[in-house]
């Protein structure tokens, strides 16, 4: 059964604490990718990795580190956190998007900025 | 860019049909998925579009055209488990999604 984890479904963390979202994969994808979804905005992309050491910004990357040291690990980093940045964070995992790879995502984080 | 527009809501009755557009505007993509939300959850994939035309996956079909920039995904025999976000998503390197559509099935 694949999966996709992340490290915590609910966190609450005070404004300028660093945080840091942690997802891991069991399917051996080269991509893994972190969303954010809020109301009325849908499904926005954070930061995406196609190999270990890579990354790429997405739509809305300030704001925003990642690190990928692993294949089956992707870390997303609030440097300094926001109240701006309280959402639902959604790591997923797949094989090449431009195959029409699925993507896999895990159960998701929500985050709270006080 | 990618712009792409779906009904935020739409409310449909159990056993019937219901038919959910996605229009974009882009210069090029490599496909065109469909995903399942629910609420609380995560996504799930339902279809995935390359070449123009309807994709038949039991209750649910996807039809896309390129020349008109236009999908749909048509959901059959409705179910109450079918209550869900439905979210349109073009590939190219990477996944960008519509803001999805909030699909309400009435008893």
Redesign the interface.
């Known amino acids: 059964d694949v999966k996709v984890t992340q490290s915590s479904r609910y966190l609450v963390k005070r404004t300028g604490e660093k945080v840091f979202l942690e997802c891991v994969q069991d399917m051996d994808h080269e991509n893994m990718f972190w969303y954010r979804q809020d109301p009325g905005l849908g499904l926005r992309l954070i930061y995406f990795s196609y190999d270990v050491k890579m990354k790429e910004k997405g739509d809305i990357p300030e704001g925003y580190s990642v690190s990928r040291e692993k294949k089956e690990r992707f870390s997303l980093i609030l440097e300094s956190a926001s109240t701006n940045q309280t959402s639902m964070y959604l790591c997923a995992s797949g094989g090449a998007v431009t195959s029409g790879n699925e993507q896999f995502f895990g159960p998701g984080t929500r985050l709270t900025v006080l | 860019g990618q712009n792409i527009d779906q009904p935020t809501e739409m409310t449909a009755t159990e056993g019937a049909i219901v038919q959910i557009n996605c229009t974009y505007q882009t210069s090029g993509f490599?496909?065109l998925?469909w995903y399942q939300q629910h609420a609380g959850?995560?996504?799930?994939?339902l279809s995935?579009n390359?070449l123009d035309g309807l994709e038949e996956k039991g209750r649910f079909s996807s039809f896309l055209s390129r020349s008109k920039g236009y999908s749909y995904l048509l959901l059959k025999e409705l179910q109450m488990k079918d209550s869900a976000s439905y979210?349109c998503a073009l590939?190219?390197?990477?996944?960008?999604?519509?803001?999805?559509t909030r699909l309400h099935i009435l008893p």
């Open positions: 490599n496909g998925f959850e995560a996504p799930t994939f995935y390359v979210l590939a190219d390197d990477k996944i960008i999604f519509g803001k999805g």
